[in-house]
């Protein structure tokens, strides 16, 4: 699993974006919680419980600090 580190305009972590081996992309936030992933295959992003909420690669909208 590949992992990169997110960070907000001011340079502070914010989570981090992990890519696993089937190639669905995990956002985590500051404290390692999963907020939601994006399964490209699908083109869709689902919130830390599975629910949709996009079409298209939303986690940056779920890791921002005013979701």
């Known amino acids: 699993m590949a992992e ?11 989570g981090t974006l ?15 919680k999963k907020v939601g992933e994006y399964d490209p295959d699908n083109d869709v992003t689902r919130d830390g419980r599975g629910r949709k909420v996009g079409v298209g690669d939303q986690l940056s909208w779920l890791l921002s600090p005013d979701s």
């Open 18 to 32: 992990e890519t696993r081996a089937d190639g669905i992309l995990v956002a985590k936030d500051l404290f390692g």
């Open 4 to 14: 990169e580190i997110v960070r907000d305009q001011t340079g502070r972590k914010i």
